[in-house]
């Protein structure tokens, strides 16, 4: 899979591209914690993925990319497609790594580098950027989530907000084809959250592919294009968002918007 624009080119685009999991099944021990979960994502979708704590939802996404191995199950991205059950080659790993950019609750930028190198480094390392390069496409990057000024500062002179657009700049930095976001917003305060989410709601304009875990109802409402609800392992129940939130076919989502609504 070779992209035919070069880093230097301010207009490259990379084209986004699908997310497929079938039959994904994760045990810990005797403890099944995802339950043949399968979820198509296609290109420039955004799906939220709700649903209590401890539904499954964090090691779903973690599976997809490979941080947390699946105990079985297929995962497909764009073209490469990854038999889980087998042994997956490190080619294949770093392959979906590269293509598949991931955004944590904990921003983990390095403390000890400025805002500017935290989203260069990475792309020299993993993509053989020159710095100069890099440090272009980090500005670039930098400018769009609105932190240009911030580029030279340590981390910790920028606010929760401003970290996790830096760690969303530094994602988007490899040319992910797909991005997965795991409760993005839930460590800021509200006001720090909404800089967040329109940043993210801008990329969803965009076209990028987006699976989002998401406690921020208004986002899973207003902003995806199809929500999926978990509970206990297992995807309960699917559709279009605003039907679900208007009248959701299943209890147990039911009694879960209802105590997050109500919060
Ligand atoms: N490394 C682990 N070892 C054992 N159990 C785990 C591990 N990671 C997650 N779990 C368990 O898996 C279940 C789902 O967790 P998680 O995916 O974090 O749920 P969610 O993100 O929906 O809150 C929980 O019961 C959790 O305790
Ligand atoms: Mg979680």
Redesign the pocket.
């Known amino acids: 899979m070779s992209e035919t624009t070069t880093p230097s080119d301010k207009t490259a685009q990379v084209r986004p591209t699908s997310i497929h999991a079938h039959g994904l099944v994760?045990k810990?021990?005797d403890?099944t914690?995802?339950d043949e979960v399968s979820m198509d994502v296609e290109p420039g979708q955004v799906v939220a993925l709700i649903?209590?704590?401890?539904?499954?939802?964090?090691?779903?996404?973690?599976c997809i990319n490979l941080l947390?191995r699946p105990t079985s199950g297929t995962i497909t991205v764009g073209d490469l497609t990854i038999e889980t059950s087998t042994t997956v080659s490190s080619k294949q790993l770093s392959d979906l790594r590269r293509d598949v950019g991931m955004v944590f609750q904990s921003f983990n930028l390095f403390p000890h580098m400025s805002v500017l190198r935290n989203v260069a480094l990475p792309q020299m390392r993993v993509l053989g950027r020159s710095k100069d390069e890099a440090e272009s496409r980090a500005m670039d990057l930098l400018k769009r989530v609105g932190l240009a000024e911030k580029a030279d500062q340590y981390p910790s002179r920028c606010s929760g907000g401003q970290q996790q657009r830096v760690a969303i700049a530094r994602a988007l930095a490899l040319d992910p084809k797909a991005m997965l976001f795991?409760?993005p917003t839930s460590a800021l305060d509200p006001e720090l959250g909404l800089e967040v989410l329109e940043v993210m709601r801008e990329l969803a304009a965009e076209g990028m592919t987006m699976l989002v875990?998401t406690h921020e109802m208004h986002f899973a409402r207003d902003v995806s294009d199809h929500l999926v609800v978990?509970a206990d392992?297992r995807i309960i129940e699917e559709g279009d968002p605003k039907q679900i939130f208007t009248d959701p076919a299943q209890d147990r989502t039911r009694r879960f918007l209802r105590a997050v609504l109500d919060r």
């Open positions: 994760k810990f021990g403890v914690v995802l649903g209590p704590s401890g539904a499954g939802k964090s090691t779903f996404l973690r947390e795991d409760e875990v978990m392992g």
